[in-house]
Nanobody, 120 residues
């Protein structure tokens, strides 16, 4: 089970930190990722992190503003979002998978999502 938290309403230029708590499985064996879905749009890749916290990848739209991290001892993944823009408004989902990938179909389990709204 994956449970996201930390979403909310923030002004443009502000920051939020999302968390994804995992239970029921051995967290450290999985690649973790964040995706988002804006109203009327397809769900898209945001960021991914390797099992051992060494490798990360980001969508071009968030590179330099967002930071993904994980704490395997706490079975938790984070997404630090800085310099937020109105176009970052979306439901953010965390996911776990077996492949270090930006492709949604490579992810096996998904959370329910948390809403992030950035006002201009």
């Amino acid at each position: 089970q994956l449970v996201e938290s930390g979403g909310g309403l923030v002004q443009a230029g502000g920051s939020l930190r999302l968390s994804c708590a995992a239970s029921g499985r051995t967290f450290s064996v999985y690649v973790m990722g964040w995706f988002r879905q804006a109203p009327g749009k397809e769900r898209e890749f945001v960021a991914a992190i390797s099992r051992n916290n060494v490798f990360t990848m980001y969508a071009d739209s968030v590179k330099g503003r967002f930071t993904i991290s994980r704490d395997n001892a706490k079975n938790t993944m984070y997404l630090q979002m800085n310099s937020l823009k109105p176009e970052d408004t979306a439901v953010y989902y965390c996911a776990v998978g077996g492949s270090y990938s930006s492709v949604q179909s490579d992810y096996l389990y998904w959370g329910q999502g948390t809403q992030v709204t950035v006002s201009s």
